[in-house]
């Protein structure tokens, strides 16, 4: 008889896998069980009945007992199959199989550890119940209908779909109100089969701009010799299949939602601007008879109907630009489902079955199957996603967060963006305010709150440029009134906003070059090289006098470059500076010097917006210190070795040559090569070790390493998704730039950097 099973290999239990052709003549009972032995015997396997939830132990044999004696017919098929050298090390398999009396039996095997096999059985099954009609089901579970194209839903069809329905939650139902159930002969997207050569595809969830629906083929009605759920109640094998399907469907819900909610709003804007163009239309023409006879009560219509239609207009645009981010949000969806987005994210890759291992999106569908239709066998297999599908993760309305969302949601920041100019008169800016301020307060660091009808023009800027800043954002702006630049700091706190400000920003001091070349023992530009502008020679002033002498002594003779030409932008955005190790230069791009409405420091002390990248890269500079250090100490010790081992290659030869003529080499002479052959290995071994630990503070600095340690996320956003050593250079920054604002958004770090722990990280 044939069977067609499933199986993966590696030692991931795997759920009733595929592509395992079991070829096995006839046999008596008693010769399975005489087989099934031998095969126990010889490779040590043992084996128990679970009955009640209680293992009873039938091989080896149990004391008083015979073996084997009291397994039936399927479960000796099962143990066989089980036995195959094909057979995956874990794995879990839900059998049909004909008993003695020619009834069919479900059987479940799995394995727990590498020598020991669990069966149970269940009482014969009958042909699967036939369910309700179409249009009761779509009724009952609140679907979106039940469709015949070319085939009917058959009883054991509605059935399978009756049942695999009725194991959903009402969470779950819900997101199936816009699906649509087809029953159709053939795969009409003709989706290839991927199980397997012997697999066919019963259903297949279908996505079409915002439609989505379920097929059901005319393999969905084939007999199978597998079930699925537990042995006492187990399932026709079509269940699992819609409940796969179901699942794929659940999980792209929030994408379809997005999808309608998308087209829903186009197609409304699009009627709200027929409508504006027909009232601006109308106005025109009240305009010409006006133009033609002028009144007051004339004048004062097409005055409250200018009024009217610059808001309808901006209504219009700000819906358009909320259907332009709505569009973008679901482009930055990716090819996974919602859902199965998370599941990857919150449990892996980890999938009950070989299919399911093929991708993220088929590794949801058969956990999720598998968790409604035998939870105690995903348990048993994938325990993490049993405990996901348990806790409700997939259902559960939370919105799916980007790169940035996580680095910003991880704690308080410090500074985003730049201040964009504004031309917007002073009442209009105070309008916005006082409409964005919302319900939330606006009060000065002592805590007094502040009168937003009495800010002046900087100060509304600054407060305006925070409107969709990230709760625990500090930012620090740099506002112009037209001919002063004032400092002002804002954070922004779920309810309130909170302002610092400085007195005006003083001219800066311009170092000449020699004098700067003198004052920090920096290398001078090479020739030729592009001049420092005098904002860059006070910014580098600025940031090397705010280091330590022992920061400084690291620092070595660094040289700074201007490159005309900006850098080709990384994820992360374009850079301001770069610190070059090979030249041991920080080179200055063009960008660093364009104003952006910034400073950093604090509202008392404010520095240049550049000093931040300056430092950040005068950071890079220093934490590499133990590295170029460790890499002269090899490259020297390599250069001592070459000049040893030419050495001893020269002795040896003197040593052959006198050893020829006297046939006798003196002791002394002897035990000396020796010795030097003794260090030559110890050097080799030495050098080997510094290679290694060279690799890895390359990858990774010392200091880098340590304050990795500490565990706290990087105190800017470019710090938290920039990786370890970014984030240290960006609190490296802010620590000299503002220690203040550091401790406020990254306290551990600060502690850390203020006693000098980045300077002796072992």
């Not at 240049?608 to 020297?636: F, G, K, N, S």
Request: proline fraction near 8%; glycine fraction near 8%; charge should be negative.
């Amino acid at each position: 008889m044939w069977f067609l099973l499933a199986w993966a290999l590696g030692a991931t239990p795997t759920y009733n896998a595929d592509d395992l052709t079991f070829t096995m003549k006839e046999r008596t009972t008693a010769e399975l069980r005489t087989i099934v032995e031998s095969h126990l015997r010889d490779r040590k396997i043992a084996v128990a009945w679970r009955a009640g939830g209680e293992d009873v132990a039938v091989f080896p044999k149990p004391a008083g007992e015979r073996s084997l004696q009291t397994l039936d017919r399927p479960a000796l098929l099962a143990l066989l199959l089980g036995l195959q050298p094909t057979t995956p090390e874990a794995m879990e398999y839900d059998l049909l199989f004909a008993d003695d009396g020619k009834q069919i039996r479900p059987v479940s095997l799995w394995t727990e550890g590498p020598k020991r096999l669990v069966v149970a059985g269940g009482e014969p099954v009958g042909k699967p119940p036939a369910g309700p009609s179409a249009a009761q089901i779509a009724k009952r579970y609140g679907l979106a209908g039940l469709v015949e194209v070319d085939a009917t839903f058959e009883p054991g069809v509605r059935g399978a779909l009756d049942t695999a329905l009725a194991l959903l939650t009402d969470p779950e139902r819900a997101r199936l109100a816009d699906i649509t159930i087809v029953r159709q002969g053939e795969n009409s997207r003709k989706v290839r089969a991927t199980r397997g050569p012997k697999w066919v595809n019963t259903a297949n969830y279908l996505l079409d701009g915002n439609v989505g629906w379920i097929e059901v083929y005319d393999d969905a009605v084939l007999t199978s010799p597998r079930f699925v759920g537990p042995v006492d109640a187990p399932l026709h094998p079509t269940v699992f299949v819609l409940l796969h399907e179901l699942g794929h469907a659940i999980a792209d819900a929030p994408t379809r939602a997005m999808l309608a909610e998308y087209e829903r709003r186009r197609m409304a804007l699009g009627a709200a601007i027929d409508v504006a163009v027909r009232r601006n239309n109308a106005y025109n023409h009240e305009v010409e008879a006006f133009n033609a006879n002028k009144t007051p009560e004339a004048a004062a219509r097409l005055e409250a109907q200018l009024e009217e239609l610059t808001a309808l207009g901006a209504e219009l645009q700000a819906e358009r630009e909320a259907i332009h981010v709505l569009g973008e949000r679901i482009d930055a969806l990716g090819e996974l489902a919602p859902m199965a987005q998370r599941y990857r994210d919150e449990v892996g890759d980890a999938a009950p079955t070989a299919y399911g291992r093929t991708s993220a999106d088929e590794a949801f569908a058969e956990a999720f199957a598998l968790f409604h239709a035998d939870p105690e066998a995903l348990k048993r297999t994938v325990p993490a996603a049993y405990a996901w599908f348990a806790r409700g993760s997939h259902v559960e309305e939370r919105p799916r967060m980007t790169p940035v969302d996580e680095a910003m949601a991880a704690g308080p920041i410090y500074g985003t963006g730049a201040l964009a100019p504004s031309d917007a008169e002073e009442a209009r800016l105070r309008s916005d305010l006082v409409v964005r301020l919302g319900s939330r307060g606006l009060f000065d660091v002592s805590g007094a709150p502040v009168d937003p009808g009495g800010a002046d023009r900087p100060l509304l800027r600054a407060l305006l440029a925070t409107e969709d800043a990230w709760p625990g954002t500090e930012r620090d702006l740099l506002v112009s009134d037209g001919s002063t630049a004032h400092p002002i700091t804002v954070w922004v706190e779920a309810d309130r906003l909170v302002v610092a400000r400085g007195v005006p920003l003083a001219p800066a001091e311009v170092p000449p070059l020699a004098a700067l070349v003198e004052r920090h023992g920096i290398a001078p530009p090479p020739d030729g090289a592009p001049a420092l502008e005098p904002p860059l020679r006070t910014a580098i002033d600025t940031s090397l006098a705010l280091l330590n002498t022992e920061e400084r002594d690291r620092l070595g003779a660094i040289g700074f470059v201007r490159l005309p030409a900006d850098p080709e932008p990384t994820v992360l955005g374009a850079s301001s500076a770069l610190y070059a190790a090979g030249g041991h230069t920080i080179q200055v791009f063009d960008r660093a010097l364009e104003p952006r409405g910034t400073f950093v420091g604090s509202v008392d002390h404010p520095h240049p917006a550049l000093v931040q990248p300056l430092l950040h890269e005068v950071c890079h500079a220093i934490a590499r210190a133990p590295t170029r250090a460790l890499q002269a100490e090899q490259d020297a010790r390599i250069a001592a070795f070459d000049a040893l081992v030419d050495t001893h290659l020269a002795d040896l030869e003197t040593l052959r040559a006198d050893y020829r003529k006297a046939k006798n080499v003196p002791e002394d002479r002897r035990r000396a090569v020796d010795a030097r052959a003794a260090r030559i290995a110890a050097e080799r071994e030495a050098i080997h070790a510094g290679e290694a630990r060279l690799a890895a503070w390359l990858e990774t600095p010392p200091m880098v390493t340590a304050y990795a340690a500490l565990g706290e996320p990087g105190p800017t956003l470019y710090g938290r998704l920039g990786g370890p050593e970014e984030a240290f250079c960006e609190a490296f920054a802010l620590s000299h730039a503002d220690p203040d604002a550091l401790a406020r958004v990254s306290p551990a770090t600060a502690a850390w950097l203020a006693r000098g722990g980045h300077l002796d990280p072992e």
